[in-house]
């Protein structure tokens, strides 16, 4: 079983507050602490009624330049059944506050926290908020690299607490990873997973690779290692990361450390700019 997931809930400091904070931007890698995600920080969506979100990553040339992520925020009877605008776009949902109904290609789900969904590009789908309570999610969309000889993938719903997260060898479940995608399954070309630390685990090694990355810590606290910078972060937290950008951590306890995590993944990288 998981504890509670991080979500925003915005406002605005009072003016006696100091202005100095933990966000930064940098070449490799970006960090937007939950202090920043506040209501003057906020955007909206044609067709989203009664929403508002935080875009915490968007595709920027010369930095991460594959995905976008927005932590949505719907108010009681508020949602949308036009939600996506970009037929090529293919989305993961996941709910960490809230009841979320979607309906994807005639079939209904009901998403509560921890529940994950994936839409293929095209896909007919609707969400809303039909509880009590406000309803908070993330939404990470990916342009869909078509391949050959592969077809779309299917539509997925579950929810993180039937899946048995995967222990990372040689570490005694100090590094697990929760996975809702067969990682032997090429036709997708993104993973969403959800990557947990117990106190005192760790990273081994400054990983140092292709993919892009966004982190979004859901639960705990860490020192993380970005580039050449030791960066403290903690539940509420967003990093994101160019590709090849070193990366480690240091799991601060007392309770578990983490984070939904984006990558690309499965594909050639495109040779000719633009494609």
């Known amino acids: 079983m998981t504890g509670s997931y991080y979500a925003p809930k915005g406002g605005l400091p009072g003016q006696e507050q100091l202005l100095t904070d933990r966000a930064m931007f940098t070449d490799a890698y970006a960090v937007i602490p939950k ?4 209501d003057i920080t906020t955007s909206f969506l044609p067709f989203w009624d009664k929403t508002r979100l935080w875009v915490i990553s968007r595709p920027l040339s010369g930095f991460a330049e594959t995905f976008s992520q927005y932590i949505m925020e719907v108010a009681p009877g508020g ?68 391949v050959e000889g592969l077809d779309l993938p299917d539509v997925i719903v579950a929810n993180e607490q039937d899946i048995a997260p995967t222990e990372m060898p040689g570490t005694d479940g100090r590094w697990a990873t929760t996975r809702f995608v067969d990682t032997a399954d090429l036709r997708h070309d993104m993973h969403v997973t959800i990557v ?13 690779h292709v993919m892009e990355h966004g982190l979004y810590v859901l639960e705990g606290k860490a020192v993380y290692r970005l580039n050449q910078d ?4 903690e539940a509420g937290d967003y990093m994101w990361l160019r590709a090849f950008c ?4 240091y799991a601060g306890g007392p309770g578990p450390f983490r984070y939904l ?15």
């Not at 947990?196 to 400054?206: D, E, L, M, R």
């Not at 070193?246 to 951590?249: F, K, L, R, V």
């Not at 990558?263 to 494609?275: A, F, Q, S």
């Open 196 to 208: 947990t630390f117990q106190p005192g685990g760790v990273i081994p090694f400054p990983e140092t």
């Open 246 to 249: 070193p990366q480690a951590c």
């Open 79 to 146: 949602g949308s059944d036009r939600p996506e605008a970009d037929a090529e776009a293919q989305s993961v949902l996941f709910v960490v506050e809230g009841r979320a109904t979607l309906e994807v290609e005639g079939n209904t789900h009901v998403l509560e926290p921890g529940g994950y969904a994936y839409l293929p590009p095209a896909s007919t789908w609707s969400l809303f908020n039909k509880g009590s309570e406000t309803l908070r999610f993330h939404w990470i969309r990916k342009a869909y690299q078509r």
């Open 35 to 38: 202090g920043t995600m506040r």
């Open 261 to 275: 995590l984006y990558k690309d993944v499965n594909r050639h990288m495109p040779l000719r700019l633009g494609r």
């Open 230 to 233: 030791w960066v403290e972060v």
